[in-house]
Nanobody, 120 residues
Framework: QVQLVESGGGLVQPGGSLRLSCAAS????????MGWYRQAPGKQRELVAA???????NYADSVKGRFTISRDNAKNTVYLQMNSLKPEDTAVYYC??????????????WGQGTQVTVSS
């Protein structure tokens, strides 16, 4: 069993900043990659940013230069620093993790989501 605990969402004015956190715990031997997705009402879930165990990152074009993903391997935690937020960034943000358990099996797991609302 794995748990992903997300935090940091909320209401912010356009141009403001938020920092999301996602901590993974449970039967994790190693984490291969972690990331953030978002889903706005009436739209499909889309990748926002991802980071591998080696530190390689990938960003959606819409957030490049504004969002930064990072991770603390010792804490099995991934962060998403979001700056210069726009109303179109409003969505439920989901953390995901690809991990290997102690038996060598690989899994993909989703967090429960955290709401980010950008509005004046």
């Amino acid at each position: 069993q794995v748990q992903l605990v997300e935090s940091g969402g909320g209401l912010v004015q356009p141009g403001g900043s938020l920092r999301l956190s996602c901590a993974a715990s449970g039967r994790i031997f190693s984490i291969n990659a972690m990331g953030w997705y978002r889903q706005a009402p009436g739209k499909q879930r889309e990748l926002v940013a991802a980071i591998t165990s080696g530190g390689s990152t990938n960003y959606a074009d819409s957030v490049k230069g504004r969002f930064t993903i990072s991770r603390d391997n010792a804490k099995n935690t991934v962060y998403l620093q979001m700056n210069s937020l726009k109303p179109e960034d409003t969505a439920v943000y989901y953390c995901d993790v690809y991990y290997t358990d102690s038996d060598g099996y690989e899994y993909h797991y989703w967090g429960q989501g955290t709401q980010v609302t950008v509005s004046s």
